[in-house]
């Protein structure tokens, strides 16, 4: 079966996170996107880990939905039916520790196949750290020696590394990481079979690496409010079930690991270097003219990813290897209704429409990715139909984030929008 799923986001007892990011909510708004399966995040969390095992039943190996729900009744504000969410027992930890005269901070995303082993996982991660203080808590502990606590309670967990080129909480992240899988991992690497690319960096950039051959580069969207899950996700054709997902995961098997969905890399706010406080972006060339110096204050620049993959990568940029799963960048719906409207999203002319693709369509990436334009422009606006297929194509403009600043990206240019906008009164 073909299906897209979310492994990496955060509950409502994560940092900076909406309330909103219950099960509840999770659910509908899968829906809405269009994934089957979504991680439960957070499962270290004490109370969050209650809830959920107050709140899902068990249903294939390894997956869950929520008790007591009605399938195939439309009864939403989208109108959409309520097919059954899989959820995915999956949590981040970050690792804080020295290591070869450095300070590491490396985020890991782990897999677990049932209730049972996550208990195993926390009461030994528990022994470490105050697992109570954040879903996404935070253990001075080396990232092999979590990968060893974790393998050794079950072989079937996965271990990600989170996010891998973030400047820095990441594996490969220029400000904490390592220049390798190994180095970081050691013996335990040979058991690191996948690597999230984050939204600064995109698969084709890290196919420039011949040492991630081997690995499977899956997308998640590190959400912190549900209307964001799903700007990078994973599609699947297997049957629905943690043992087919984590082969698929584990074997990189291209006839069930369909492709990744991503952000454009430019739009993530690391993919430039550059300094946050004086407002200066640089490309990796302009960086270097200023030896990694802010011209501004004197400071060092934050070296994005594009920066950091060009120093590891032994392969010259369009290099495609072998046995990589494609990849298919997009952009929420909302962000290309608001643009072809030429207003902000939340607006209410842009939920308007975003409800009616959703309606008309079953879910967003339905209508992101599958139908014709000529089923568009039945039942939108041209220029929402022009938007989709022109981020279809990769025809957008973006200038690229920097140093915790996203990147703005567009679909129409400053002219394009003020003749839609004229013509958007005739409609």
């Known amino acids: 079966m073909k299906f897209i799923a979310d492994f990496h986001l955060h509950s409502k007892y994560s940092r900076a996170t909406s309330p909103q990011m219950d099960l509840e909510n999770l659910d509908k708004w899968a829906k809405i996107k269009g994934i089957k399966v979504l991680g439960t995040a957070d499962f270290t969390h004490p109370a969050w880990l209650k809830e959920l095992k107050e709140k899902l039943e068990r249903v294939e190996p390894g997956l869950y939905k929520i008790k007591n729900q009605k399938s195939k009744i439309k009864n939403n504000e989208f109108g959409i039916p309520e097919n059954e969410t899989r959820f995915i027992l999956t949590t981040e930890v970050s690792c804080v520790y020295s290591k070869k005269f450095k300070v590491r901070k490396i985020h890991l995303i782990i897999f677990s196949p049932s209730f049972e082993i996550c208990e195993k996982i926390n009461t030994h991660l528990g022994w470490i750290g105050n697992l109570k203080s954040d879903g996404r808590p935070i253990l001075g502990l080396d990232a092999k020696e979590l990968a060893k606590i974790v393998l050794g309670i079950s072989e079937d967990c996965l271990v990600v590394c989170a996010h891998a080129w973030t400047p820095w909480f990441s594996i490969f992240g220029s400000k904490s990481g390592f220049n390798t899988i190994e180095e970081c991992f050691e013996e335990y690497s040979k058991y690191i079979y996948a690597l999230e690319t984050g939204l600064s960096s995109s698969p084709d950039m890290n196919w420039r690496l011949s040492s991630l051959d081997k690995i499977t580069l899956i997308s998640n969207s590190d959400a912190h409010s549900p209307q964001k899950i799903g700007r990078e996700a994973n599609v699947f054709d ?190």
Do not use: M, W
Not at 278 to 289: A, M, N, Q, R, Y
Not at 312 to 319: I, S, T
Not at 386 to 396: A, D, H, S, T, Y
């Open 238 to 427: 297997t049957e629905i079930s943690y043992p087919a997902i984590a082969e698929a995961i584990k074997f990189k098997d291209l006839q069930k690991f369909l492709y990744t969905i991503e952000f454009f890399p430019q739009e993530g706010k690391y993919h430039y270097d550059g300094h946050r406080i004086c407002g200066i972006s640089l490309s990796p060339k302009e960086s270097k003219k200023y030896n990694n110096i802010c011209p501004n204050c004197g400071r060092p620049l934050t070296i994005g990813v594009l920066n950091r993959v060009n120093s590891l990568a032994d392969r010259p940029e369009g290099f495609k290897p072998e046995k990589a799963i494609p990849f298919k960048s997009l952009i929420p719906l909302a962000e290309i209704i608001a643009d072809a409207l030429g207003q902000g999203t939340g607006t209410i002319e842009v939920d308007k429409e975003y409800k009616n693709l959703i309606e008309k369509f079953g879910n967003e990436f339905s209508a992101l990715i599958d139908v014709p334009r000529q089923e568009l422009e039945v039942v939108t606006l041209p220029e929402i139909a022009e938007g989709i297929l022109r981020v279809r194509e990769g025809k957008v403009f973006i200038e690229p984030g920097y140093d915790g600043v996203y990147g703005k990206i567009r679909i129409f240019s400053p002219s394009e929008q003020k003749s839609l906008s004229k013509q958007g009164t005739l409609f």
